[in-house]
Each structure stands twice: as C-alpha cells, then as structure tokens.
C-alpha cells in the first residue's frame, strides 16, 4: 500500500461524508455497537492517529486503533473535521514514511503496514457510512482491489479479533466491493 492510495481512499470516504447530514448521525451502522457520528467520531480520529504515527509525533487525542477517540472530533461540522484531518493525513504521508519503521500502540510497524491500515479503515469505513445513509456503496476497483490484497496478507483468524468479525461468504461472482467487505465480516 503506499500514499496514493490513501489518497484515493481519503477522497472515496470524502464523498460519502460530504452527504452526511445531522438527521444521519444518530443512525446504526454496519459497525453494531457505533451511530455514523460514533464512526464519523473514529474515522476522523484514525485521521489524526495516522498523522502522528506516519510523522512519528506523539498523538493529539488519545485513541487507540480500532477504538473512538477520548474527545468528539467533530466539533458541530463532520465535513470540515474529516477535511482537515484528510489534509494532515495526506502532508504525513510522504513516500519515505511508507520505507521506515515507526512506533505505534500496537508495537513498532513497517510503515508501508501502517499506512495499509490507515487506509483500509477509511476505505472500508466509507462503505460503512454509506450504507449506513442509503448512499451508494461501492468502492473504486482499484482502490477495492488493493485493500482486499492488502487485508488478505494481513489479517489473519488469529488478528480478526476483537475489531474484525469472521469473514462472510459471498458468491465468487461477487464484485471486488462485496468481497473486501464481507472479508472484513460485514454483511455486503
């Protein structure tokens, strides 16, 4: 995984927030125990989370990957908190960020790993949300393409738990979307 596909899954995600509207937040998600502001509240602090350990600085908000920051992110304007969070992100996500080894709660990670995961949460949480206010939910190809791989050669049935739930079977003609996400045990 490298920075451009963050980018592309940034801007995915970005569309399906930019539709969000205050009626939604108090809406379920595919995420059984968060509303789409719970999730918005996480992706956004996976945002921030993701900045500071590419940029190997301490944290600005306590989090815990897989879990919701300590503080809401959102501050009365999900749109612009994912916007600003996207750009700080992106400025992290520099190509030799991606080749070294940097600290992470989890213990020390390749970067290339790191930004993989960054990138498989806002992806795969952009569906989430999609489907959470009836929007589309279908994920660029490539972009689908190379989460799956990526999720395939890192997640394993001793990592899924307690944040991944066992892989959901779905038709082999089923899009790369549907795949990706019933891999990561959400009903497509």
């Not at 995984?1 to 509207?21: Q, Y």
Request: aromatic fraction near 4%; proline fraction near 8%; glycine fraction near 10%.
């Amino acid at each position: 995984m490298h920075e451009k596909t963050m980018a592309v899954a940034c801007e995915s995600t970005r569309a399906v927030v930019d539709r969000i509207g205050e009626a939604d937040l108090d809406r379920p998600t595919p995420c059984a125990d968060w509303t789409v502001g719970e999730l918005l509240n996480h992706v956004v602090g996976t945002l921030h989370l993701g900045r500071s350990l590419l940029d190997d600085v301490p944290p600005s908000t306590a989090m815990m990957p897989g879990g919701l920051p300590d503080v809401d992110l959102l501050d009365g304007d999900p749109g612009k908190a994912y916007r600003v969070g996207v750009e700080g992100l992106l400025a992290a996500a520099r190509p030799e960020a991606f080749t070294r080894m940097h600290q992470t709660p989890l213990g020390e990670m390749p970067g290339e790993i790191l930004g993989g995961f960054t990138t498989l949460d806002i992806a795969v949480h952009g569906w989430d949300l999609a489907v959470a206010t009836n929007q589309p939910a279908v994920l660029d190809e490539a972009l689908a393409s190379d989460v799956l791989a990526f999720a395939r050669r890192t997640i394993t049935t001793d990592t899924r738990a307690p944040r991944i739930g066992p892989e959901v079977a779905v038709d082999p003609s089923a899009t790369t979307t549907s795949r990706l996400v019933a891999f990561l045990g959400r009903t497509p």
